[in-house]
């Protein structure tokens, strides 16, 4: 493999050998396209896979030479055929999906990705359609991917950058962690330029309770739901979570009052509320 300026890029794997068995063909006698009549048509994969080298998707063109050479009964090589295809760009991922400030990963793509706009020296524009459970978050359960094309933006380095929309995840059914002895649990995870975003659902502490958001019930429930952007980890970005501003009745064991407040925050690091 080569670059249009003539650059050699090294290949994981370089050569390809095939064996097969040939009859003699006289060359009195008509062609008969068969092994046994010495006539062989094979269709080869040749793998074209850069060894330590990023490619240069944005701003090079890429070629590669192919030699077909054989040897009868273990002689020498002779050559047969040179061949080189013509320059074209080649799309190299590093496997890198960054979701604002989140990596994620992915393996498959079900697509070949479509290039829309080139902006030299820096980055290309392309579909990225990856497969089914084929991207995921390091370090946890969470997968994505159903082949729906994704806007993107790839890099010198082979990262690709969301562009635009949201992704959503697939992860565990019951997905509960604790933060300075906190409980919470994360439901529709999903992954958009922000970064990953989820519905935490707070565990009051214990003999703390919430009215239900019905006008005139008496009904509470130990929960209360956060809209959050979270880290690597899945846990929330910011020290401080807020609750939506609505009058907010809470009931404590020992009073025999409701506590009324329009404002409710969480302050993650401080295991208080």
């Not at 902006?119 to 994505?144: K, Q, R, W």
């Not at 409980?183 to 659902?201: D, K």
């Not at 019905?214 to 910011?238: I, K």
Request: net charge negative; proline share 5%.
């Amino acid at each position: 493999m080569q670059t249009a300026a003539g650059t050699g890029i090294p290949l994981k794997q370089s050569e390809t050998i095939f064996t097969s068995s040939l009859g003699s063909q006289l060359a009195s006698a008509p062609r008969t396209s068969n092994l046994a009549n010495g006539w062989l048509s094979a269709a080869q994969i040749l793998s074209a896979e850069p060894n330590g080298v990023q490619l240069n998707s944005v701003d090079n063109l890429h070629q590669i030479i192919t030699t077909l050479s054989h040897n009868e009964n273990g002689g020498a090589l002779a050559t047969d055929n040179i061949s080189t295809n013509a320059l074209s760009r080649l799309l190299h991922f590093d496997g890198n999906l960054i979701f604002g400030p989140l990596l994620t990963l992915f393996t498959n793509l079900d697509a070949s990705p479509v290039v829309a706009n080139i902006v030299a020296g820096d980055h290309l524009d392309c579909s990225l359609a990856v497969s089914a459970n084929s991207g995921f978050i390091p370090g946890t359960a969470y997968t994505f991917g159903n082949g729906t094309a994704l806007s993107v933006s790839l890099a010198l380095n082979g990262d690709c950058t969301l562009k635009n929309g949201s992704v959503n995840v697939i992860g565990a059914g019951n997905d509960t962690d604790t933060i300075q002895n906190i409980s919470f649990q994360r439901s529709s995870v999903s992954l958009g330029t922000n970064g990953a975003s989820a519905i935490l659902t707070l565990d009051l502490p214990v003999g703390l309770s919430v009215r239900l958001n019905t006008p005139d019930t008496r009904l509470t429930t130990n929960s209360l739901p956060f809209l959050a952007l979270l880290d690597g980890s899945l846990r929330p970005q910011t020290n401080q979570l807020f609750a939506p501003h609505v009058p907010l009745y809470f009931s404590s064991e020992i009073l025999p009052c409701w506590i009324l407040t329009s404002a409710f925050s969480w302050r993650v690091s401080m295991a208080n509320s």
